[in-house]
């Protein structure tokens, strides 16, 4: 399996005699053949439609530390750089008044099967401010922009998918990986979040979302990946390696890198 989760893609870089023969023996959807564009680290960047205020999300050094930090958690977990995140509670003129971040990619996974995504996650850099801001579960968080398809509401073909971390075990320094398949917890916005149960009031769990999903209409398919914060405390800290099945996306100061993991 590819970074991408989950469908063939035609059309990138032209599929050669020999990927079309490794296809047509392979099980399943040959992604693990097809032209790798969605692990070049192109096409990241702010989500500028999903941005509201005026938040920081950007490539950068660091963090390293905090002070009297030494070790693993006071580097970035790849590279020496990471997404720089910085979101205020009370700055606009709208309801609610809080900016929101979202620095994504809405190229390289569009139209890719949701439902073959099965592993997914980050590091983040928390800090006792974020906690005194709006609790240990003032966290950023991984959006999935989605076409739902459920037999259950036809007509909407639009949703947000996001993941919502629990606490980080640490803070001022960097975490350990969070999965977002075995923690925290996942809803879906407007109608497809009213039609499976799994809204902001009543999560689902990894499983239980993809088991909503999988409602017998045609497969739910993608049109974004984001890493986004708000609309609600002020959080100001750091992600990296953001894992989607086999590619970890390592944020850099001078661009995204997309490794390649077994």
Request: with cysteine; proline share 6%.
């Amino acid at each position: 399996m590819n970074a991408r989760f989950g469908r063939k893609r035609t059309g990138m870089l032209g599929a050669t005699a020999l990927m079309a023969l490794a296809a047509s023996i392979l099980p399943g959807p040959a992604f693990a053949v097809t032209a790798q564009k969605g692990v070049s680290g192109d096409h990241w960047g702010v989500i500028t439609r999903n941005t509201i205020g005026s938040p920081v999300a950007a490539l950068r050094k660091g963090p390293f530390g905090s002070f009297g930090v030494q070790g693993s958690q006071a580097r970035p977990p790849y590279g020496d750089g990471s997404l720089g995140l910085e979101v205020a509670d009370r700055s606009t003129s709208l309801t609610p008044p809080s900016e929101k971040a979202a620095f994504g990619n809405e190229v390289d996974f569009y139209g890719d099967r949701v439902l073959g995504l099965n592993r997914v996650g980050f590091h983040v850099f928390q800090t006792g401010e974020n906690v005194s801001y709006g609790g240990a579960g003032n966290m950023p968080n991984i959006t999935f922009e989605i076409n739902p398809n459920l037999a259950a509401a036809p007509g909407t073909t639009y949703a947000s998918m996001v993941w919502t971390p629990g606490p980080s075990p640490v803070v001022n320094r960097w975490s350990p990986y969070l999965d977002a398949t075995t923690t925290g917890t996942w809803f879906l916005t407007g109608a497809a979040g009213t039609a499976t149960g799994c809204t902001l009031s009543t999560p689902c769990s990894f499983a239980g979302l993809k088991a909503a999903l999988n409602d017998g209409g045609a497969e739910p398919t993608a049109y974004s990946v984001a890493v986004a914060k708000g609309r609600d405390y002020m959080w100001v800290g750091a992600v990296d390696g953001l894992r989607i099945n086999r590619t970890v996306y390592d944020f850099e100061a001078d661009g995204v890198r997309a490794r390649r993991i077994g």
